[in-house]
């Protein structure tokens, strides 16, 4: 017997006999999941860094913009909150030698 997909995922139809197999692949999920995020976090540092290196250079003034997180805005289509964040997260990054040396452009 077929049960039918559950409300939470709506591809995951769970046969009698195999939920062995689906538990195993749900947990090989869960652990991608995990990998994945450790990566994104990676690139949000590394993202960090070069947006620190760039406005340190002022090299929103080869495009005419006024500031990097004006130059974010447009140029990488960020929201404008999520622009400011990462400047002034950048900001502080340089202020602490030692966290930055482990992200790099």
Request: hydrophobic fraction near 35%.
């Amino acid at each position: 017997q077929v049960f039918p997909p559950t409300a939470h995922n709506p591809r995951l139809s769970v046969h009698r006999g195999n939920v062995m197999s689906v538990t195993r692949e749900v947990r090989q999920l869960g652990e991608r999941m995990r990998e994945l995020t450790q990566h994104i976090a990676q690139l949000q540092a590394e993202l960090a860094h070069c947006v620190g290196e760039f406005d340190t250079a002022q090299g929103y003034e080869l495009d005419a913009y006024r500031s990097t997180q004006t130059w974010l805005r447009y140029e990488l289509r960020m929201h404008p909150r999520d622009a400011s964040q990462l400047v002034g997260m950048a900001r502080q990054l340089r202020q602490l030698p030692a966290v930055a040396g482990h992200a790099r452009c």
